[in-house]
């Protein structure tokens, strides 16, 4: 059974920086482009990140780029993003997404709030 685990997210003041984690089991993860989205209130679920299996390509919405960076740990089947330069407009709940066999799967997301 497919499984992503969202952590690392918390409050942070504007310009600070923060690393978020996605754990995967139930399917073999080096297999598998890994996505980031997140869903700020009363907005739509928008795609913040992509990483390729093997990690050798990633494509990242408009707004951050240059701030914003997808990796991923194969060995460890585990996904991550590192957020810099942090505003107030990525205060939003971030998910963890992979498509597998045609389903796709969705963590618990995890709640980054970016106020001074």
């Known amino acids: 059974q497919v499984q992503l685990v969202e952590s690392g997210g918390g409050l942070v003041q504007p310009g600070g920086s923060l690393r978020l984690s996605c754990a995967a089991s139930?399917?073999?993860?080096?297999?598998?482009?890994m996505n980031w989205y997140r869903q700020a209130p009363g907005k739509e679920r928008e795609l913040v990140a992509t990483i390729t299996s093997a990690g050798g390509s990633t494509n990242y919405a408009d707004s951050m780029k240059g701030r914003f960076t997808i990796s991923r740990d194969n060995a460890k089947n585990t996904v991550y993003l590192q957020m810099n330069s942090l505003k107030p407009e990525d205060t939003a709940v971030y998910y963890c997404?992979?498509?597998?066999?045609?389903?796709?799967?969705w963590g618990q997301g995890t709640q980054v709030t970016v106020s001074s």
């Open positions: 997404n992979a498509i597998v066999r045609l389903h796709r799967y």
């Open positions: 139930g399917f073999t993860f080096s297999n598998y482009a």
